[in-house]
């Protein structure tokens, strides 16, 4: 009887961590090593469940098509949010990157409500599908949505250890001011992190729309517990830190779940509480570095 009533919240919990992963991955590389506050970062997780409405939903596309459009959408407009808006304030102020992001949130905002409105719009689970364990049935749906955080995770680091261009950006992220001196188009690989970071996040958002439904301000409600799940992982070598950004997003999805379970509105503030205690006892978070 307790191992299931223990799956639904496990499930959810691991729901939850793998959609954190997926859009805190990019904000750990640009926050941590560009020192680079990008708010605009949560309207490429609003937009996509859109897109995918408007195709799946109003013209009848089928789901992988839809999510295939909508991750190209974000890649052209990360894009150009990277190379005519922020691309001048990486290593600079933190107070222009927030401002000029978060501004930029903002007006995506606002045009998401001028074509869909304000009123969430539900969409179906593009699997409905459960199998059963233990006794309880599980949505085949959710547990894919861990398998695809689990092999962005792999292929990331698979990525940056072993490809060409990975060990670039590993190297540049690290000593940018010697790899610039080897005259290497350090733009390019900035574009690259940029637009990588970007697309997960649309992937995240696509893969939770079907869950939450979709609503102008759902990129807000996720960044806040994004950055969390950030500072809790802590900065490192780049590997290192990816591998602490999955750890503590899985915490914070469980955290989330098991104090929604208990009582509700706890399960936003529980986590806050959990950055104060790993703020408290490990200022650097838990795999962060101390000379960073």
């Known amino acids: 009887m307790l ?3 223990l799956i639904p919240p496990l499930i959810y919990g691991l729901t939850i961590g793998s959609i954190l992963y997926l859009v805190s991955v990019g904000l750990t590389i640009t926050f941590g090593y560009m020192r680079l506050v990008n708010f605009s970062h949560a309207l490429f997780y609003a937009i996509s469940p859109y897109i995918l409405f408007l195709l799946c939903v109003r013209y009848g596309f089928n789901y992988l098509f839809s999510l295939g459009v909508g991750l ?3 890649v052209i407009l990360s894009y150009f949010i990277e190379r005519y808006a ?3 304030l990486y290593r600079v102020r933190l107070d222009y990157s927030i401002i ?7 007006m995506g905002i606002d045009t998401i409500k001028t074509f869909f409105g304000a009123t969430p719009i539900p969409l179906s689970e593009p699997i409905v599908i459960f199998i059963e364990l233990a006794n309880v049935y599980v949505s085949l749906y959710r547990l894919l949505i ?3 955080a689990i092999i962005v995770h792999i292929s990331l680091i698979l990525f940056f250890r072993y490809s060409v261009s990975g060990k670039i950006i590993v190297a540049f992220l690290e000593e940018p001011e010697l790899i610039s001196s080897f005259g290497i188009d350090t733009d390019k690989y900035l574009s690259l992190i940029f ?3 970007s697309v997960l996040a649309g992937l995240g958002g696509v893969l939770y729309g079907p869950i939450s439904a979709a609503y102008p ?3 807000l409600d996720i960044i806040q517990l994004c950055f969390v799940v950030v500072v809790a992982g802590g900065i490192s070598g780049l590997l290192r830190t990816i591998n602490g950004t999955l750890i503590s997003a899985y915490i914070a999805g469980m955290i989330y779940s098991i104090s929604g379970q208990v009582w509700g509105p706890s399960s936003t503030i529980s986590i806050f509480v959990l950055l104060l205690i790993i703020v408290l006892v490990r200022p650097q978070g838990l ?3 101390s000379r960073r």
Do not use: P
């Open 3 to 5: 191992v299931e009533s």
């Open 217 to 219: 301000y759902m990129g």
């Open 86 to 88: 922020l691309r001048r």
């Open 146 to 148: 861990v398998a695809i």
């Open 72 to 74: 190209i959408v974000v």
């Open 195 to 197: 637009i990588l970071g």
């Open 100 to 106: 000029a992001s978060y501004a930029i949130l903002l």
């Open 287 to 289: 795999f962060g570095n």
